[in-house]
């Protein structure tokens, strides 16, 4: 598995790749697992649908290292528009955003001013969650977000478990009363930077998630958004939370639409706070290789698509 999950990752970066297998047939429909469409119309009935079913959701359109001013202007007109939207139809969904998407590539005072304004925007009830990139990108994107924190009481980061510096970053955000997205980690890393062992991602996954549960956290005001679809980590996450006294309500999981759909409604079902990110858009074979590469096991039905079409 580690070494089909390295294909994968070398694949999420091919610039060939990602301009040609977009075309095949089998390649969208093989995606259409993971996302309900590229449009936000597509994401906004996914979304109500989810709603039904007593899930909330996190929105994001996909794409990353836009190349000029403009683009990044067009995405944070798109996400005021996702706000607008969510509010119309009475939503519980907030959105979730890339840097690079805003500018970050181009200016750190260009980036901040549309975060700034998209948390502005949002409301003070409505957390703007900022995905966390590759490791080059970990040290700005905090940076940003401590800035952001000191404005703004509703925008939250994601942190990655497979990073060795993780924890550290995760002590250091902690006084703030952050609110954390914890997932494992879905880019190609080095083993100086990351843990290259699977066991060993998850067991600092759970240690990070302990940490993030912890009453002294609970009491600081920390937003936890537990993202994984691990069963078993989920499991010691419920087992962790029960002995620590924590009612359902106040445990929160994140998971991806499409991956784990039983589980999620499980979680729906027996009290968790349950949000899906759903994402959509028409650059989505990059962020779709990660996906593969997150579970390979996934190749699986990839297959059953090449040979059924």
């Known amino acids: 598995m580690g070494v089909m999950r390295s294909i994968l990752l070398a ?9 040609h297998a977009p075309r095949y047939r089998f390649v969208r429909r093989a995606v259409s697992r993971f996302m309900p469409g590229e449009q936000l119309e597509d994401a906004l009935a996914a979304a109500e ?10 929105l ?16 944070a007109r798109h996400y ?25 590539d181009l200016s750190r005072e260009l980036c ?4 700034a304004s998209l948390i502005e925007y949002a409301g003070p009830t409505s957390v703007v969650w900022i995905d966390m990139e590759a490791s080059p990108y970990v040290d700005v994107t905090l940076e940003l977000y401590r800035r952001a924190r000191a404005a703004f009481p509703n925008v939250g980061v994601c942190l990655q478990a497979y990073l060795y510096r993780t924890a550290d970053d995760l002590a250091s955000l902690l006084p703030l009363a952050p609110a954390i997205r914890l997932v494992k980690g879905a880019y190609r890393e080095p083993a100086h930077i990351a843990f290259p062992r699977k066991r060993d991602v998850d067991e600092n996954y759970y240690v990070l ?3 993030l549960l912890a009453p002294e956290a609970r009491r600081a005001g920390v937003r936890a958004g537990i993202a994984t679809h691990d069963r078993n980590l989920i499991r010691r996450i419920e087992a962790l939370a029960a002995s620590d006294g924590l009612r359902k309500q106040e445990v929160e999981f994140q998971m991806l639409f499409g ?12 009290g968790y706070r349950t949000r899906v990110l759903i994402s959509y858009g028409s650059c989505w074979f990059p962020w779709y290789m990660r ?19």
């Open 209 to 211: 998630a302990s940490r």
């Open 291 to 309: 996906r593969l590469a997150e579970r390979p096991a996934n190749l699986t039905f990839v297959l059953k698509n090449i040979f059924s079409s």
């Open 60 to 75: 994001t359109r996909l794409g990353e290292n836009v190349a000029s001013e403009e683009e990044a202007n067009q995405t």
């Open 112 to 115: 901040y001013r549309h975060l």
């Open 80 to 104: 005021t528009t996702v706000l607008d939207a969510v509010r119309q139809r009475g939503l519980d969904a907030e959105i979730s955003v890339k840097l690079t998407q805003l500018g970050l």
């Open 49 to 58: 649908a989810l709603a039904r079913q007593g899930m909330g959701t996190l």
């Open 259 to 270: 991956i784990q759909r039983s589980e999620q409604l499980r979680l729906a079902q027996e």
């Open 11 to 19: 694949a999420s970066q091919n610039s060939w790749l990602r301009e």
